[in-house]
Protein backbone atom coordinates (compact mmCIF):
# COMPACT_ATOMS: atom_id res chain seq x y z
CA UNK A 1 0.00 0.00 0.00
CA UNK A 2 1.55 3.37 -0.61
CA UNK A 3 1.70 6.30 1.48
CA UNK A 4 -0.50 8.96 1.05
CA UNK A 5 1.87 11.82 0.02
CA UNK A 6 0.47 14.01 3.21
CA UNK A 7 1.64 11.46 5.58
CA UNK A 8 5.27 11.64 3.90
CA UNK A 9 5.35 14.93 4.58
CA UNK A 10 4.38 14.82 8.60
CA UNK A 11 6.87 12.33 9.04
CA UNK A 12 9.30 14.30 7.24
CA UNK A 13 8.47 17.16 9.75
CA UNK A 14 8.58 14.60 12.67
CA UNK A 15 12.11 13.68 11.77
CA UNK A 16 13.18 17.43 11.44
CA UNK A 17 11.44 18.63 14.26
CA UNK A 18 12.79 16.44 16.71
CA UNK A 19 16.25 16.88 15.24
CA UNK A 20 16.17 20.66 15.83
CA UNK A 21 14.34 20.10 19.66
CA UNK A 22 17.35 17.36 19.99
CA UNK A 23 20.00 19.90 19.16
CA UNK A 24 18.57 22.44 21.07
CA UNK A 25 18.67 20.64 24.07
CA UNK A 26 22.37 19.47 23.52
CA UNK A 27 23.88 22.71 22.78
CA UNK A 28 22.35 25.07 24.93
CA UNK A 29 20.83 22.79 27.82
CA UNK A 30 21.28 26.18 30.25
CA UNK A 31 18.90 27.87 28.22
CA UNK A 32 16.69 25.53 27.57
CA UNK A 33 16.42 24.74 31.20
CA UNK A 34 15.45 28.02 32.14
CA UNK A 35 12.70 28.32 29.72
CA UNK A 36 11.26 25.36 30.90
CA UNK A 37 11.09 27.08 34.20
CA UNK A 38 7.24 28.37 34.98
CA UNK A 39 8.08 31.87 35.53
CA UNK A 40 9.53 31.66 32.02
CA UNK A 41 6.21 29.79 30.33
CA UNK A 42 4.82 33.05 29.17
CA UNK A 43 7.81 34.23 27.33
CA UNK A 44 8.07 30.42 26.00
CA UNK A 45 5.25 30.26 24.75
CA UNK A 46 5.47 33.14 22.44
CA UNK A 47 8.77 32.60 21.34
CA UNK A 48 7.19 29.53 20.13
CA UNK A 49 3.79 30.48 19.25
CA UNK A 50 4.27 33.56 17.05
CA UNK A 51 7.12 32.39 14.95
CA UNK A 52 4.68 29.42 14.20
CA UNK A 53 2.02 31.81 13.28
CA UNK A 54 4.45 33.40 11.23
CA UNK A 55 5.78 30.47 9.56
CA UNK A 56 2.48 29.11 8.94
CA UNK A 57 0.94 32.44 7.37
CA UNK A 58 3.72 32.99 4.61
CA UNK A 59 3.96 29.48 3.69
CA UNK A 60 0.13 29.20 3.21
CA UNK A 61 0.49 32.38 0.94
CA UNK A 62 2.95 31.21 -1.07
CA UNK A 63 1.73 27.86 -1.66
CA UNK A 64 -2.02 29.44 -2.12
CA UNK A 65 -0.41 31.42 -4.95
CA UNK A 66 1.36 28.47 -6.32
CA UNK A 67 -1.70 26.16 -6.49
CA UNK A 68 -3.72 28.99 -7.86
CA UNK A 69 -1.21 29.70 -10.47
CA UNK A 70 -0.95 26.30 -11.52
CA UNK A 71 -4.83 25.69 -11.97
CA UNK A 72 -4.56 28.85 -14.02
CA UNK A 73 -1.42 27.31 -16.08
CA UNK A 74 -3.54 23.76 -16.36
CA UNK A 75 -7.00 25.31 -17.71
CA UNK A 76 -5.12 27.99 -20.01
CA UNK A 77 -3.84 24.72 -22.12
CA UNK A 78 -7.23 23.11 -22.35
CA UNK A 79 -8.67 23.36 -25.78
CA UNK A 80 -10.86 25.95 -26.53
CA UNK A 81 -13.74 24.97 -29.03
CA UNK A 82 -14.66 27.69 -31.66
CA UNK A 83 -18.17 28.30 -30.38
CA UNK A 84 -20.92 26.79 -27.55
CA UNK A 85 -22.66 23.95 -28.98
CA UNK A 86 -26.27 24.15 -30.07
CA UNK A 87 -27.54 22.32 -27.59
CA UNK A 88 -25.28 23.76 -24.55
CA UNK A 89 -26.33 27.42 -26.08
CA UNK A 90 -29.80 26.04 -24.95
CA UNK A 91 -29.50 24.97 -21.72
CA UNK A 92 -27.20 27.68 -20.69
CA UNK A 93 -30.18 30.21 -21.84
CA UNK A 94 -32.95 28.10 -19.93
CA UNK A 95 -30.76 27.76 -16.64
CA UNK A 96 -29.58 31.54 -16.76
CA UNK A 97 -25.88 30.75 -16.06
CA UNK A 98 -23.28 33.16 -16.94
CA UNK A 99 -20.00 32.56 -17.74
CA UNK A 100 -19.65 29.77 -19.81
CA UNK A 101 -16.92 28.40 -22.40
CA UNK A 102 -16.64 25.32 -23.53
CA UNK A 103 -13.60 23.14 -24.24
CA UNK A 104 -12.75 20.52 -27.38
CA UNK A 105 -13.00 17.15 -25.59
CA UNK A 106 -15.07 14.08 -26.47
CA UNK A 107 -14.60 13.34 -22.23
CA UNK A 108 -17.53 14.55 -20.59
CA UNK A 109 -16.08 17.21 -18.44
CA UNK A 110 -17.39 20.06 -15.97
CA UNK A 111 -16.06 21.88 -13.68
CA UNK A 112 -15.82 25.56 -12.28
CA UNK A 113 -12.27 27.39 -12.36
CA UNK A 114 -11.00 30.93 -12.45
CA UNK A 115 -9.92 33.13 -9.12
CA UNK A 116 -10.58 36.55 -10.07
CA UNK A 117 -13.43 35.74 -12.16
CA UNK A 118 -14.91 32.20 -11.89
CA UNK A 119 -16.65 30.69 -14.76
CA UNK A 120 -18.50 27.05 -16.33
CA UNK A 121 -16.14 24.59 -18.65
CA UNK A 122 -17.85 22.24 -20.10
CA UNK A 123 -16.62 20.04 -23.05
CA UNK A 124 -18.58 19.04 -26.18
CA UNK A 125 -18.27 15.02 -24.90
CA UNK A 126 -20.62 16.84 -22.02
CA UNK A 127 -23.37 18.24 -24.84
CA UNK A 128 -23.37 14.96 -26.76
CA UNK A 129 -23.40 12.54 -24.07
CA UNK A 130 -26.40 14.34 -21.64
CA UNK A 131 -29.64 15.33 -22.52
CA UNK A 132 -31.39 18.36 -21.95
CA UNK A 133 -32.30 18.05 -18.23
CA UNK A 134 -29.43 15.97 -17.27
CA UNK A 135 -27.29 19.27 -18.63
CA UNK A 136 -29.03 21.77 -17.12
CA UNK A 137 -28.51 19.77 -13.88
CA UNK A 138 -24.54 19.90 -14.44
CA UNK A 139 -24.91 24.08 -15.16
CA UNK A 140 -26.93 24.38 -12.36
CA UNK A 141 -24.53 22.25 -10.13
CA UNK A 142 -21.45 24.41 -11.74
CA UNK A 143 -23.58 27.92 -11.03
CA UNK A 144 -23.53 26.82 -7.10
CA UNK A 145 -19.96 26.51 -6.88
CA UNK A 146 -20.07 29.87 -9.23
CA UNK A 147 -21.99 32.01 -6.82
CA UNK A 148 -19.70 30.65 -4.17
CA UNK A 149 -16.43 31.31 -5.48
CA UNK A 150 -15.80 27.62 -4.54
CA UNK A 151 -12.10 27.23 -7.12
CA UNK A 152 -10.77 30.19 -4.84
CA UNK A 153 -11.91 28.80 -1.13
CA UNK A 154 -11.29 25.11 -1.87
CA UNK A 155 -7.49 25.92 -3.20
CA UNK A 156 -7.43 28.19 0.16
CA UNK A 157 -8.29 25.05 2.07
CA UNK A 158 -6.11 22.77 -0.02
CA UNK A 159 -2.84 24.91 0.55
CA UNK A 160 -4.13 25.28 4.41
CA UNK A 161 -3.70 21.44 4.16
CA UNK A 162 -1.13 21.12 2.83
CA UNK A 163 1.09 23.50 5.01
CA UNK A 164 -0.57 21.85 8.24
CA UNK A 165 1.50 19.00 8.30
CA UNK A 166 1.15 18.59 11.80
CA UNK A 167 -2.44 19.09 12.12
CA UNK A 168 -4.01 16.41 10.01
CA UNK A 169 -7.59 17.97 11.52
CA UNK A 170 -6.94 20.63 8.60
CA UNK A 171 -6.98 17.79 5.80
CA UNK A 172 -10.27 16.44 7.23
CA UNK A 173 -12.01 19.40 7.52
CA UNK A 174 -10.52 20.29 3.94
CA UNK A 175 -12.26 17.42 2.98
CA UNK A 176 -15.64 17.57 4.66
CA UNK A 177 -16.30 21.04 3.47
CA UNK A 178 -15.71 19.92 -0.34
CA UNK A 179 -18.38 17.34 0.21
CA UNK A 180 -20.43 20.33 2.08
CA UNK A 181 -19.73 22.15 -0.89
CA UNK A 182 -21.09 19.23 -3.31
CA UNK A 183 -23.80 18.58 -1.64
CA UNK A 184 -25.42 22.41 -1.83
CA UNK A 185 -24.34 22.33 -5.51
CA UNK A 186 -26.93 19.57 -5.76
CA UNK A 187 -29.37 21.28 -3.38
CA UNK A 188 -29.39 23.96 -6.11
CA UNK A 189 -29.71 22.03 -9.11
CA UNK A 190 -32.31 19.74 -7.65
CA UNK A 191 -34.44 23.18 -6.77
CA UNK A 192 -34.61 23.67 -10.70
CA UNK A 193 -34.72 19.95 -12.30
CA UNK A 194 -35.49 17.82 -9.34
CA UNK A 195 -33.57 14.27 -8.31
CA UNK A 196 -34.13 12.02 -11.77
CA UNK A 197 -31.96 14.57 -14.06
CA UNK A 198 -29.05 15.09 -11.44
CA UNK A 199 -28.97 11.44 -10.40
CA UNK A 200 -28.87 10.23 -13.96
CA UNK A 201 -25.79 13.33 -14.89
CA UNK A 202 -24.06 12.14 -11.54
CA UNK A 203 -24.57 8.38 -12.65
CA UNK A 204 -23.19 9.17 -16.26
CA UNK A 205 -20.20 11.10 -15.20
CA UNK A 206 -19.43 9.62 -12.27
CA UNK A 207 -19.49 5.55 -14.65
CA UNK A 208 -17.18 7.30 -17.12
CA UNK A 209 -14.09 9.54 -16.65
CA UNK A 210 -14.24 10.30 -13.04
CA UNK A 211 -11.01 11.70 -12.92
CA UNK A 212 -12.15 14.38 -15.65
CA UNK A 213 -15.77 15.14 -13.98
CA UNK A 214 -15.37 17.23 -10.91
CA UNK A 215 -19.61 17.04 -10.88
CA UNK A 216 -18.71 13.53 -10.11
CA UNK A 217 -16.81 13.78 -6.72
CA UNK A 218 -18.15 12.20 -3.47
CA UNK A 219 -20.71 9.97 -4.98
CA UNK A 220 -21.99 8.43 -2.05
CA UNK A 221 -23.05 11.49 0.57
CA UNK A 222 -25.01 12.82 -3.35
CA UNK A 223 -26.88 10.01 -3.70
CA UNK A 224 -27.93 9.75 -0.44
CA UNK A 225 -29.19 13.04 -0.55
CA UNK A 226 -31.02 12.18 -3.91
CA UNK A 227 -32.69 9.45 -1.87
CA UNK A 228 -33.56 11.64 1.06
CA UNK A 229 -31.73 9.16 3.23
CA UNK A 230 -30.00 10.93 6.30
CA UNK A 231 -26.51 11.84 5.61
CA UNK A 232 -24.02 9.56 7.97
CA UNK A 233 -22.02 11.40 10.44
CA UNK A 234 -18.81 12.63 10.08
CA UNK A 235 -16.66 12.74 12.78
CA UNK A 236 -12.87 12.65 12.53
CA UNK A 237 -10.75 9.92 13.77
CA UNK A 238 -9.69 9.60 17.35
CA UNK A 239 -6.18 9.40 16.30
CA UNK A 240 -6.35 12.19 14.06
CA UNK A 241 -7.95 14.41 17.21
CA UNK A 242 -4.90 12.60 19.09
CA UNK A 243 -2.01 13.65 17.02
CA UNK A 244 -3.67 16.96 15.93
CA UNK A 245 -3.39 18.10 19.36
CA UNK A 246 0.40 16.84 19.88
CA UNK A 247 0.97 18.42 16.39
CA UNK A 248 0.48 21.91 17.62
CA UNK A 249 2.88 22.18 20.86
CA UNK A 250 5.12 19.91 18.68
CA UNK A 251 5.46 22.40 15.79
CA UNK A 252 5.55 25.13 17.81
CA UNK A 253 8.80 23.78 20.37
CA UNK A 254 10.21 23.34 16.91
CA UNK A 255 9.40 26.95 16.00
CA UNK A 256 10.76 27.96 19.39
CA UNK A 257 13.89 26.29 19.50
CA UNK A 258 14.68 27.38 15.71
CA UNK A 259 14.53 31.24 16.81
CA UNK A 260 16.53 30.10 19.98
CA UNK A 261 19.11 29.20 17.60
CA UNK A 262 19.75 31.73 15.41
CA UNK A 263 19.27 34.40 18.19
CA UNK A 264 22.18 33.17 19.74
CA UNK A 265 24.18 32.72 17.08
CA UNK A 266 23.75 36.15 15.93
CA UNK A 267 24.22 37.09 19.42
CA UNK A 268 27.68 35.20 19.74
Known sequence: MSLHRSHV?????????????????????????????????????????LPLAGV????????????????????????????????????????????????????????CAGARRPHVIVSEGLAEQLDDRELEAVLLHERQHLREREPVVR??????????????????????????????ADQAALCRVGPRPVAAALFRLGSTVPAAAAFAGDTELRVAQLLGDPLPPQRPAVWMVAVSLAGLPFAAAVAGCAVLNIGLLLGA
Open 56 to 111: VLVAWIARLAFVLSRAARTVGRLPRAERLPARLRSSVARTGVERVQCISSSLPIAF
Open 155 to 184: AACEAAAQVLVFFPLARWWSRRRIEQAELR
Open 9 to 49: QSAGFIAAGTAIIAGTVAMHPTVVQQALQPSSWPGTIVLGV
